[in-house]
């Protein structure tokens, strides 16, 4: 079993950066592929960026590519999001998702694992 703790979301002003934080207990982090999704009300959750294990190759969504980056820290089971100029459109709960695999995805339904969420808001 997989636990996974997102943290860092808050209220920002559009223009802004944030950096979420996921802490994973449980099993192989190193060898996992990690993923980050969001949701805002009344829509379907949506992928925002991903990284997969050993290698780190990374991929982001096409409205977030070149504002936000992935990374992933193994000695201390977290895996980041930094997010820079940000948008109103932005606002979500983001999620933090683990794979069972290495290799990355961006389907919600090929992440065996999920946090809790952690809210983001960007005012405008």
């Known amino acids: 079993q997989v636990q996974l703790v997102e943290s860092g979301g808050a209220l920002v002003q559009a223009g802004g950066s944030l950096r979420l934080s996921c802490a994973a207990s449980g099993r192989t982090f190193s060898s996992s592929a990690m993923g980050w999704f969001r949701q805002a009300p009344g829509k379907e959750r949506e992928f925002v960026a991903a990284?997969?294990?050993?290698?780190?190759?990374?991929d982001y969504a096409d409205s977030v590519k070149g504002r936000f980056t992935i990374s992933r820290d193994n000695a201390k089971n977290t895996v980041y999001l930094e997010m820079n100029s940000l948008k109103a459109e932005d606002t979500a709960v983001y999620y933090c998702?683990?794979?069972?695999?290495?290799?990355?995805?961006?389907?919600?339904?090929?992440?065996?694992?999920w946090g809790q969420g952690t809210q983001v808001t960007v005012s405008s």
């Open positions: 998702a683990a794979r069972r695999g290495a290799v990355r995805a961006a389907t919600p339904s090929e992440y065996d694992y």
């Open positions: 990284i997969s294990g050993v290698v780190q190759s990374t």
